[in-house]
């Protein structure tokens, strides 16, 4: 027998609602690589049936971001190296053609909020807020694809955002000796030939900045595993 469609339709709300709530505490690093993710406790944090739960899950894992081992239980992933190297790749990609978009279309809203941006991270840098700091990496990186006005790549990057749990990550890039600066100089270097509406370039020295981030993580994770 078929539920009654308005169930249907609030334990779907439902699932959306822990998704959402349980990525964004993977994203953030609330819960760390490797928790335990149990069902049952789970069900008790959000008072909701295991139903939506259980299809939260599912959903998480298609994204990348939990590991379900049969027989074992479920938790958050963790990457591995080959993995954090693809999806970096496709981040250059992406943000590369991001700001090469942004820089044809001349000066709209995003660029002058790139700039107020880059005023706020040149104060956090100073002030060696590397908390701040990374909030603000974030967010030049979210203006630049928002400012290249394309629905479907925007799309694949926030995808790709949510692997990578960036916001976790990004720390571990920042903590790094000397690139609290060298990522503040280059994103400088992206925004000048944005504004000088040189595609080309602003392509090129986004994906130079992307590789110099996918680097400053690896070294940062070798580090912790030593």
């Known amino acids: 027998m078929q539920q009654p469609t308005g169930k249907r339709l609030q334990q779907t709300s439902m699932q959306a609602r822990v998704a959402e709530e349980l990525r964004q505490m ?8 490797r928790s335990s993710l149990s069902e049952m406790a789970l069900s008790e944090t959000f008072g909701v049936s295991r139903t939506p739960i259980r ?6 894992q298609i994204e990348g971001l939990v590991e379900v081992r049969p027989r074992v239980g479920t938790f958050v992933a ?20 991001a700001a090469r978009l942004l820089a044809f279309r001349g000066s709209v809203h995003e660029v002058e909020l790139l700039e107020a941006n880059m005023q706020a991270a040149d104060e956090a840098v100073r002030e060696g807020d590397a908390e701040r700091y990374a909030a603000l990496v974030h967010e030049f990186h979210d203006l630049i694809v928002k400012g290249a006005d394309n629905s479907k790549l925007e799309a694949h990057y926030r995808t790709l955002m949510n692997q990578l749990a960036y916001a ?16 503040d100089s280059e994103h400088h270097r992206v925004l000048t030939l944005i504004l000088a509406k040189d595609g080309d370039g602003a392509e090129r020295v986004m994906r130079e900045h992307v590789r110099m981030s996918h680097q400053a993580l690896m070294a940062g ?6």
């Open 26 to 33: 993977i994203i953030s690093g609330e819960l760390p690589p």
């Open 55 to 60: 299809e939260a899950l599912k959903q998480l």
């Open 78 to 97: 963790v990457p591995s190296r080959r993995e954090l190297t693809e999806l970096f790749q496709m981040k250059e990609l992406l943000e590369g053609a």
């Open 168 to 183: 976790r990550l990004v720390r571990t890039s920042l903590s790094q000796p000397g690139r609290l600066t060298e990522s």
């Open 221 to 226: 994770i070798d580090e912790r595993q030593s």
